[in-house]
């Protein structure tokens, strides 16, 4: 069994930056795919970035692109969102998550294990 605890979620002004990090349990963590999903208000959730277990392959929606870098430290059993030129649209609760395969796409149904969510709240 894998267990996510994410942290690093909070309060921020539009413009700022923010990083998300996700711990997680298990030996075998290094050859998971992991990723981000987030989910706001009366929406479903969504894909934000995912991370093959080799670190080598990445992947963004097009609204985070260019903006969020998912990234991964398999020493630390650690995977984290930094989260770049944030905007009111980002604000959602985030979710950490895991995959036993060696890459992640954008369906949550593909997703094996989840965190319990962080909020992000982006302020104007």
């Known amino acids: 069994q894998v267990q996510l605890v994410e942290s690093g979620g909070g309060l921020v002004q539009a413009g700022d930056s923010m990083r998300l990090s996700c711990a997680a349990s298990g030996r075998t963590f290094s050859s998971y795919a992991m990723g981000w999903f987030r989910q706001a208000p009366g929406k479903s959730r969504e894909f934000v970035a995912a991370i093959s277990g080799s670190g080598a392959s990445t992947s963004y929606s097009d609204s985070v692109k260019g903006r969020f870098t998912i990234s991964r430290d398999d020493a630390k059993n650690t995977v984290y969102l930094q989260m770049n030129s944030l905007k009111l649209e980002d604000t959602a609760v985030y979710y950490c998550?895991?995959?036993?395969?060696?890459?992640?796409?954008?369906?949550?149904?593909?997703?094996?294990?989840w965190g319990q969510g962080t909020q992000v709240t982006v302020s104007s």
């Open positions: 998550a895991g995959r036993t395969y060696w890459i992640l796409g954008s369906n949550p149904y593909d997703v094996n294990y």
